[in-house]
């Protein structure tokens, strides 16, 4: 299979990223996929921006491994405890709509 033809990199980014986050990615960088992300993740200009978006930079690395793994890419595991940045994790992810 084509990575370009796999339907991870379609998902929306607001329904496995915590709301806040996915939000300000879609405004700042025009973020809207699992596929965006990498893309803005892989752009080294963009990295930067990205990281700022979250609440540590090793939260923002943390994320990009987690969907590249989705993909079958492998990534080396991060060291430390990395602050929830997933929906599931987000008490508000039940009650809020997504936008």
């Known amino acids: 299979m084509n990575m370009t033809d796999n339907p991870i990199l379609d998902i929306p980014f607001t329904e496995v990223m915590r709301l806040e986050i996915a939000l300000s990615l879609r405004h ?3 973020v809207y996929t699992v596929g965006h992300f990498l893309a803005a993740w892989r752009n080294p200009r963009q990295q930067k921006s990205v990281e ?3 609440d540590s930079p090793l939260q ?3 994320a990009a491994a987690t969907c590249a793994t989705w993909l079958g890419i492998g990534m080396p595991p991060a060291h ?3 602050r929830a940045w997933w929906r599931c994790d987000d008490p508000s992810a039940a009650a809020a709509p997504i936008v």
């Open 60 to 62: 923002a690395r943390h």
């Open 52 to 54: 700022q978006c979250f």
């Open 80 to 82: 430390g405890s990395v």
């Open 28 to 30: 700042m960088l025009q």
